[in-house]
Every structure is written in structure tokens, then in C-alpha cells.
């Protein structure tokens, strides 16, 4: 009787273990990481690797979640609902933080004038990359 109260024991252990295992590799926030840089000159697309000046900082970084709803013809439609996330770029222009998985929006802001906005779709456990290069007010 002793022996097969210990294996029961054992088993449940082994399942708790199993499933804790799972449980941390298989969710978790997925990280945004982005920089925040100003336009050399109008000349140039803001998205030609030439035209990539002197980083901005205190740029502000809002994130809204986004809702999928259909509309008339049946098309995926998003809007914008709550802010996830508000914060400013640091020194170097760069920001980084953490998001449950979905979609979103982030926005970038110099004051009061929105720079540049830019859809995200996040993943469990991966590093999703935006680049601002804006032109300043």
C-alpha cells in the first residue's frame, strides 16, 4: 500500500511539473522596440536609410489596443480602443516595453503634433521592431 501511495504521489508531481513547464513556454508578452529619429532633409523619403538623422528624445510613445470588427462589405476593420501604454522615448531615441499578443497601434508624438503612427501585431515571446524618422514641427 505504501509503494502505490508513493508512485500516485509521483505522478501527480510529474503532471504539476508538466504542466507548469507548459504553461511558461507557451505565453507570455511579446516586447516592442523602437527608435525615434529626425528627417535629414524634405528632399529624401523619411524611409531611406540616408535620411536618418540625430535620434529624438522625450518623444511620446502611446499605444492603443485595436478591435477587429466587420463592416458593411464584410472586411476586417480595426479601430483604436483604450491606451495600453504611454511613455517617451529615452536619450538615444530609442523605447521598449512589453505587451500581452494582439494588435495595436503606436503612435509617436513631438509635443502636441502626432509624427507618425504604425500598426503592430505582437507575438508571444518575440521582439516586433519599429523605426519613426520623423520631421519636426
Do not use: H
Request: proline share 5%; hydrophobic share 40%.
Amino acid at each position: 500500500m505504501k509503494t502505490s501511495g508513493i508512485i500516485r504521489v509521483a505522478w501527480v508531481l510529474a503532471a504539476l511539473v508538466a504542466m507548469l513547464a507548459t504553461a511558461s513556454c507557451g505565453g507570455g508578452d511579446g516586447t516592442v522596440k523602437g527608435t525615434v529619429t529626425q528627417v535629414r532633409t524634405a528632399q529624401l523619403p523619411p524611409d531611406n536609410p540616408a535620411n536618418v538623422g540625430d535620434p529624438v528624445p522625450n518623444a511620446g510613445v502611446v499605444v492603443y489596443g485595436l478591435e477587429r470588427f466587420k463592416d458593411v462589405s464584410q472586411s476586417d476593420i480595426y479601430r483604436k480602443t483604450v491606451v495600453v501604454y504611454r511613455g517617451s522615448s529615452a536619450e538615444d531615441g530609442s523605447f521598449s516595453f512589453d505587451l500581452a499578443p494582439g494588435k495595436y497601434v503606436v503612435e509617436i508624438w513631438i509635443g502636441s503634433f502626432e509624427a507618425g503612427n504604425r500598426q503592430v501585431t505582437v507575438k508571444s515571446g518575440q521582439v516586433t521592431e519599429v523605426r519613426y524618422n520623423v520631421s519636426l514641427p
